[in-house]
């Protein structure tokens, strides 16, 4: 009797072990000094931690002189050049619009839009080039919309979510392949936009 009841309890202990054992290890390791825990993370931009809040500011389209669109209500792709947009300045704007459309059924969800920092755009030249980009100059509306970014390099790229907040900045080394894996993750997940 009190064999069976011996090995009941080491039965017993053993069961509790196989099941809780490996999730206390697991806990041990991850809240241990000794690195266990994952420090890289999966997004290929910059994230703004918290998020900054920006202006609304209007848009123009300059493929539609009388067509407006608005911060809100779309993921943006906010790429910030002087109004003279040499070689290098057209062909970033080309890898967004390939970022864009590669999202497919996607794509209605995400704008791009060009915010001249110095200098006049070419409406013309980007009417034709990027039909479907919409352009924001300098004005006292968007200042806010700079001071939030900061020092801003030419040929970087950033992510405005449908609420109007800063979200991501890709530096110019980033790929557009890292890009639009990190658009494809964040649509896949948000209800908003």
């Known amino acids: 009797m009190?064999?069976?009841?011996?090995?009941?309890?080491?039965t017993l202990?053993?069961?509790?072990?196989?099941?809780?054992g490996p999730m206390a290890l697991a806990m041990g390791l991850y809240?241990?000094?000794f690195q266990w825990r994952p420090r890289a993370t999966t997004e290929h931009g910059e994230l703004y931690?918290?998020?900054?809040p920006l202006p609304d500011f209007a848009i123009t389209l300059p493929a539609n002189p009388g067509g407006n669109a608005t911060l809100h209500g779309k993921w943006t792709l906010l790429h910030l050049g002087p109004g003279?947009?040499?070689?290098e300045c057209r062909d970033a704007l080309v890898a967004t619009r390939?970022?864009?459309?590669?999202?497919?059924?996607?794509?209605?969800?995400?704008?791009?839009?060009?915010?001249?920092t110095s200098g006049n755009a070419d409406r013309a030249v980007l009417a034709a080039e990027q039909p479907d980009m919409g352009l924001a100059g300098t004005a006292?509306?968007?200042?806010?919309?700079?001071?939030?970014?900061?020092?801003?390099s030419p040929g970087e790229v950033y992510l405005i979510d449908p609420l109007?907040?800063?979200?991501?900045?890709?530096?110019?080394?980033?790929?557009m392949k890292g890009m639009h894996a990190d658009l494809q993750r964040l649509l896949k997940v948000s209800t908003i936009g």
């Open 140 to 152: 006292p509306d968007t200042a806010g919309v700079l001071a939030a970014v900061g020092a801003a």
């Open 84 to 87: 003279e947009c040499g070689t």
């Open 164 to 175: 109007g907040n800063l979200v991501m900045r890709y530096p110019t080394h980033t790929t």
């Open 2 to 10: 009190m064999d069976d009841m011996m090995r009941g309890r080491r």
């Open 13 to 20: 202990l053993l069961l509790a072990l196989v099941f809780v």
């Open 31 to 33: 809240f241990s000094d």
């Open 49 to 52: 931690r918290p998020a900054r």
């Open 98 to 116: 390939q970022v864009r459309r590669a999202l497919g059924r996607d794509m209605e969800r995400v704008q791009r839009v060009f915010l001249v």
